[in-house]
């Protein structure tokens, strides 16, 4: 045999065999759902700018968000993860994106331009009273509440800007919206171990151990975690939204199901 023909023979089954793995690669990435979400066309870089820093795909596949669904973003600002959770139910499944007109405001509206032209049928946005958490019984199969549960627990003296919430009445609105067997995910800011609510006022974070006994008063109960957001080198006593902290704080995963 020459050592062209050799030669090309190797170049041949090179090409097959890169074939056979870009085939191989590329029915794993489209057997998960949460990979495609992050990977959806048309997401802005603003988002995939975010997806480094709050690893979604990983998040929504501990919570096991699943086609189909009904799911309450709760306090959803700019509807990130509405997104997100929209391309994972898909267009049998339905995403309330919830705010309060704070949260409205902070995020200068930006869920207007998120769903704008019916870009995402199967979303829609409510806004609601914290006082008055009007979600339907039994409706949800999952909530999501990303780095926003210690807000429940801010108190700000400035009460045009963020009224006083009944956190215990608000989260026992949410829970009753749960089916039986639903899932509430759980994303926020580690205050220091043994703080309780108290950091929630002056550095918008709150102790893990507090936000599990709350959910677990309520029926609820742990069935997975993550660390994929812990920052040991946090140490937890800087304000979380600004400032060195910013980006760079450590982060609880909680999964609950209703029992």
Same mark, same amino acid.
């Given at each position: 045999?020459?050592?062209?023909?050799?030669?090309?023979?190797?170049?041949?089954?090179?090409?097959?065999?890169?074939?056979?793995?870009?085939?191989?690669?590329?029915?794993?990435?489209?057997?998960?759902?949460?990979?495609?979400?992050?990977?959806?066309?048309?997401?802005?870089?603003?988002? =995939?700018?975010?997806?480094?820093?709050?690893? !979604?795909?990983?998040?929504?596949?501990?919570?096991?968000?699943? !086609?189909?669904?009904?799911?309450?973003?709760?306090?959803?600002?700019?509807?990130?993860?509405?997104?997100?959770?929209?391309?994972?139910?898909?267009?049998?499944? #339905?995403?309330?994106?919830?705010?309060? !007109?704070?949260?409205?405001?902070?995020?200068?509206?930006?869920?207007?331009?998120?769903?704008?032209?019916?870009?995402?049928?199967?979303?829609?946005?409510?806004?609601?009273?914290?006082?008055?958490?009007?979600?339907?019984?039994?409706?949800?199969?999952?909530?999501?509440?990303?780095?926003?549960? #210690?807000?429940?627990?801010?108190?700000?003296?400035?009460?045009?800007?963020?009224?006083?919430?009944?956190?215990?009445?608000?989260?026992?609105?949410?829970?009753?919206?749960?089916?039986?067997?639903?899932?509430?995910?759980?994303?926020? #800011?580690?205050?220091?171990?043994?703080?309780?609510?108290?950091?929630?006022?002056?550095? #918008?974070?709150?102790?893990?151990?507090?936000?599990?006994?709350?959910?677990?008063?309520?029926?609820?109960?742990?069935?997975?975690?993550?660390?994929?957001?812990?920052?040991?080198?946090?140490?937890?006593?800087?304000?979380?939204?600004?400032?060195?902290?910013?980006?760079?704080?450590?982060?609880?995963? =909680?999964?609950?199901?209703?029992?």
């Amino acid at each position: 045999m020459s050592a062209e023909v050799s030669g090309a023979r190797a170049v041949l089954l090179c090409g097959i065999l890169t074939g056979l793995g870009l085939l191989a690669s590329s029915a794993g990435w489209a057997g998960d759902i949460y990979d495609n979400a992050v990977h959806h066309a048309g997401r802005t870089q603003e988002d =995939l700018k975010r997806d480094e820093l709050d690893h !979604p795909a990983e998040v929504l596949r501990v919570a096991g968000i699943k !086609p189909g669904m009904q799911v309450a973003d709760f306090l959803a600002g700019d509807g990130y993860y509405s997104e997100l959770v929209s391309y994972v139910v898909g267009p049998s499944g #339905h995403v309330q994106l919830i705010n309060d !007109p704070s949260f409205d405001r902070w995020s200068d509206n930006g869920w207007e331009s998120r769903l704008a032209q019916h870009r995402l049928p199967n979303v829609e946005h409510r806004r609601i009273d914290l006082n008055h958490v009007d979600l339907a019984p039994a409706s949800l199969d999952a909530v999501l509440l990303v780095k926003v549960y #210690h807000d429940l627990y801010w108190v700000d003296p400035n009460k045009a800007n963020w009224p006083d919430v009944d956190a215990a009445a608000a989260l026992d609105a949410i829970t009753r919206a749960l089916k039986p067997g639903g899932t509430l995910l759980l994303v926020d #800011h580690s205050a220091q171990s043994g703080s309780g609510k108290s950091a929630a006022s002056p550095l #918008h974070r709150i102790d893990e151990a507090f936000a599990r006994k709350d959910f677990e008063s309520r029926g609820l109960k742990v069935v997975a975690t993550s660390d994929v957001l812990r920052r040991p080198d946090d140490p937890r006593t800087q304000i979380s939204y600004k400032g060195p902290a910013l980006g760079k704080t450590d982060r609880f995963v =909680l999964v609950f199901r209703k029992t």
